[in-house]
Antibody, heavy 122, light 108 residues
Framework: EVQLVESGGGLVQPGGSLRLSCAAS????????MHWVRQAPGKGLVWVSG????????NHADSVRGRFTITRDDAKNTVYLHMNSLRAEDTAVYYC???????????????WGQGTLVTVSS | DIQLTQSPSSLSASVGDRVTITCRAS??????LNWYQQKPGEAPKLLIY???TLQSGVPSRFSGSGSGTDFTLTISSLQPDDFATYYC??????????FGQGTKVEIK
């Protein structure tokens, strides 16, 4: 059974840092792109960051580029989101998601974790 | 950047109704369009990928169509379990992904 379990959320002051983790199980982790998607309270889904299956390619939304970094450790089947210079507008539930490719190119997110809440407030 | 605009933002419908949600892309995205369902307090669930392919385990009352810039999610006969928020997502601009703003389906 595929499982994604996020951890590391919590309350942090503006300007602070946090590292989120997403532990994966039930599939061959090293074969998949992985992503972080966030949802501010009462708002919609926003893609944040993604990392390729081999870890050589990553990208971030403009709103977090330069402040957030996505990494992965295939030995631990875990993807991380390193968040620095946090702002109030980063307050959200952060989900990790597994990427699957139809026909090798059409990406979609077929499994999601339960989410971890990050609150940025003084 | 590719923007996705969903319409309507919300709708009220009754059990048994046929419901249609539209997603329009700001530029052509071929069939690189997915649909998700999210219920309050839960993670999103994949319904349809590549515009029209039903994800395994998803009821056949859900269907998707479209290509280019205009896409549709249809629920043929709305069931009580379908009251939720629905999001479209594009993957054409990989490695950047975008979601629509969501459509909330409420009970009339």
């Amino acid at each position: 059974e595929v499982q994604l379990v996020e951890s590391g959320g919590g309350l942090v002051q503006p300007g602070g840092s946090l590292r989120l983790s997403c532990a994966a199980s039930g599939f061959t982790f090293s074969r998949h792109w992985m992503h972080w998607v966030r949802q501010a309270p009462g708002k919609g889904l926003v893609w944040v960051s993604g990392i390729s299956s081999d870890g050589t390619t990553s990208n971030h939304a403009d709103s977090v580029r330069g402040r957030f970094t996505i990494t992965r450790d295939d030995a631990k089947n875990t993807v991380y989101l390193h968040m620095n210079s946090l702002r109030a507008e980063d307050t959200a539930v952060y989900y990790c998601a597994r990427d699957v490719r139809a026909l090798g190119v059409m990406s979609f997110f077929d499994y999601w974790g339960q989410g971890t809440l990050v609150t940025v407030s003084s | 950047d590719i923007q996705l605009t969903q319409s309507p933002s919300s709708l009220s419908a009754s059990v048994g109704d046929r419901v249609t949600i539209t997603c329009r892309a700001s530029q052509t995205i071929s069939m690189y369009l997915n649909w998700y369902q999210q219920k309050p307090g839960e993670a999103p669930k994949l319904l349809i990928y590549a515009a029209s392919t039903l994800q395994s385990g998803v009821p056949s009352r859900f269907s998707g169509s479209g290509s280019g810039t205009d896409f549709t999610l249809t629920i043929s006969s709305l069931q009580p379990d379908d009251f939720a928020t629905y999001y479209c997502q594009q993957s054409y601009s990989n490695p950047t992904w975008t979601f629509g703003q969501g459509t909330k389906v409420e009970i009339k």
